[in-house]
């Protein structure tokens, strides 16, 4: 398995952006499919982004899409999650997860479908 380190979370106004990263510390990511998930306090575990692993394909949740973009960039071991336009409510912890595949193209929605979890970073939206 490979081991994730989240950084750049941190405290924002609201339409204000941040740039949250995800290196390796140990393992290449070449070879994983990608995604990031978020916790608020009190609710589950949420899919936020997913990005297969040439990175061709991405894919959001409806309450992001057109504010976050997630990217990767394999020869420096790290997927990026910019966050834009931020709201209030995308305050949660985040976590970015990876999923060893064969396939090119293929991402995935949900956490379960992952091996590999980083520790999480703080996001807080301020009104």
């Known amino acids: 398995q490979v081991q994730l380190v989240e950084s750049g979370g941190g405290l924002v106004q609201a339409g204000g952006s941040l740039r949250l990263s995800c290196a390796a510390s140990e393992g290449t990511l070449s070879t994983y499919a990608m995604g990031w998930f978020r916790q608020a306090p009190g609710n589950e575990r949420e899919f936020v982004a997913a990005?297969?692993?040439?990175?061709?394909?991405?894919d959001y949740v409806d309450s992001v899409k057109g504010r976050f973009t997630i990217s990767r960039d394999n020869a420096k071991n790290t997927v990026y999650l910019q966050m834009n336009s931020l709201k209030p409510e995308d305050t949660a912890v985040y976590y970015c997860a990876a999923r060893r595949t064969i396939y090119s193209g293929r991402y995935y929605r949900l956490a379960s479908e992952y091996d590999s979890w980083g520790q999480g970073t703080q996001t807080s939206v301020s009104s």
């Open positions: 990005i297969s692993k040439n990175g061709g394909i991405t």
